[in-house]
Structure formats: structure tokens, C-alpha cells
């Protein structure tokens, strides 16, 4: 479905619709386990399918699994039916070992399916714009730096990060490209571990890196949405807006009022209801409530628009996800 995507941006907020990260739990929907589903791309755009005709989605998102460019690179996956890929231990152990890593061509380990699912999700949902879920450079590279390591890394070794970061941006900018070849809309961009850096720290390793993917591929038809689901990300707010994303996604760890007073009117952001300990855990009278309560504190602002904090784990019940939707139509249809 091609059409101009800042338009679209624009009138978002208007559109009375949620924009959650929600597509795992299409496994219910689907009969089968979270290890058939990433394996399919066919099973991937069906599952898509059947979670935009059930819900009253603004857009429909691909899975959220941050293992897959990892896996690429070598990294090693745990894998299991119910829950959503891991990856394990530390592939790269000093500078020499980041600068022989190989950049992987797009279309290894699990990537060629998840380009694939986009290329036929697009033809069988032509009612909403499309989205690939991917990683962001610093996130990726914590997975082949071991996400703990990595933090002490930046001070110990930053020579080394940045050879991982400048390895992990190209691949990223070459995946990036290949979604929008096979016709997504854009994609939603994970950098959650980004998240945990102070903020100097943070307009080092990630903002550079996410920039120039975002700078490569954004245009009118196909854009870029940043998500951070980490603790200090309303410390960094004038480092993400110099990234240039057309729209912002944050988690449920922050106040998402505060940071929309601290945004740019005219810059879109989305969140944050809690997907594992509200949708996940709770009842349907919990979503209820926790959604009304971030869409009365944060709908003032003409640049908000109801989400997740993060995507849905797999096992949610669809009565929750079901109470979700109910509780915006209810507040949207005052």
C-alpha cells in the first residue's frame, strides 16, 4: 500500500487508532508455537493478517524478534516454542576479532524470511501501512559484545564498540533496504539497550549510527520509527530528536507525558501501555484502566498516539489485547 507517510504521520493522532507492537501473539490465532512462526515467512504474513482483521490497528508490525540480525552475524539462538528467541554468550572477545567480523549479506539465517514475510504481508494487507521490525545498531551490537560487557566496554575498549557499530550499521542499512524493496511502509527500529547508556555515552555509540540508517533510507514514502524502551531516555531527548525519525516509541519504564512535554510539537510519539506486566499479566478491567490512564494523560498533545510500551509477548490472552482496543474506541469515541 503505497502512500506518503509523513501525511500520514500527520493525521495519525487524529485517527482515533491505536499503533501497538503486536504480532507474536498471532500464534494463538494461528495454532502453532513461537518456533514454527519465526522459521515461516508465509505463517508471518498470515499471522499478520489475521491480527489486522481482529484489530483496530493504524498500522500492522511485523515481529519484534532481536535475535535475527544477531544470528546473522553468527551469534548463537535460544530458541523455544513459547517464548520469543534469545541470543546467547559473547561472540566478539577484542578489537582484532570486531574488525575480521564479516558483514553478513542480507538474506542469511532467518533474515531472507522475514524480508520475504513483508513481501507478501503487503499483498494480502492493503487496508494500513506495513512495518518491518528491526534492531538498532547499538543493540545489535550488545548482542555480539554480550549486552553487560558492552557497558564497560565503552570505556574500556571504544575503539572496539565502534568497529562492532560500524559493522552492525552496515548490515542494518542493507536490511533496512531490502524491507523497503520488498514494499513495507517503513520500519520500527529497536534500541532498547541504547536506553540503559548515560547520555553522552548514548550520542556516542547509538545516535551516529542510528542517524545515518535513518538518513540512507527515510523518505516521503518510507519511514524510520525509533523505539527506546530504556530507563534514561528522557535525559537524551535533544540527542534522539537530532536523529531525524519521522516518529518516536518509548516504554513503559518512563513517564510518556514528560516526555512529550519535553518533544517537539510537531515530532509524533507513541506509547506506553505495559505490554508484559499490564496486557501480559493482567485482566481486562487492568487494561482497561492503564489504557484510559495514558490516554487521559497524554492525548492533550496533538503528537500522541496510543501503543505499547514494547511489542506483546506471545502468551498474551487476546482478551486483554481484546479490552486494550475496547478501552480506545471507549475514550476516542467521547
Known sequence: MKMNMREWLRELPKAGKAFPILSFPSVSLLGCSVRELISDSTSQARGMAEVAARCNTAASVSLMDLSVEAECFG??????????????GRMIEDEDEAEALEVPAVGSARSGICVDAIRKA???????PVFAGIIGPFSLAARLLDVSEIMIDCYDDPDMVHAVLEKSTEFLKNYTAAFKAAGANGVV?????????????????????????????????????????GDNV???????????????????????????????????????????????????ETVRSETLRVLESCSGHGNFTLSTGCDVPPQTPWENI????????EFYGK
Open 75 to 88: 551469534a548463537e539462538v535460544r530458541f523455544s516454542d513459547d517464548e520469543v528467541p534469545t541470543i546467547t
Open 122 to 128: 503487503v499483498e494480502i494487507i492493503t487496508d494500513r
Open 189 to 229: 527500529m529497536a534500541e532498547p539497550v541504547a536506553g540503559l547508556l548515560s547520555p553522552s555515552l548514548e550520542e556516542e555509540f547509538s545516535a551516529p549510527y542510528v542517524k545515518r540508517i535513518v538518513d540512507a533510507l527515510q523518505d516521503d514514502g518510507f519511514i524510520v520509527i525509533y523505539h527506546n524502551c
Open 234 to 284: 528522557l535525559r537524551m531527548t535533544d540527542s534522539l530528536v537530532s536523529i531525524g525519525a519521522a516518529a518516536y516509541h518509548f516504554g513503559n519504564s518512563i513517564d510518556l507525558s514528560e516526555m512529550l512535554e519535553k518533544f517537539p510539537a510537531d515530532v509524533p510519539v507513541m506509547g506506553n501501555v505495559d505490554p508484559a506486566g499490564v496486557l501480559k499479566m493482567g485482566d481486562p
Open 322 to 329: 481484546d479490552a486494550f482496543f475496547a478501552a480506545a474506541a
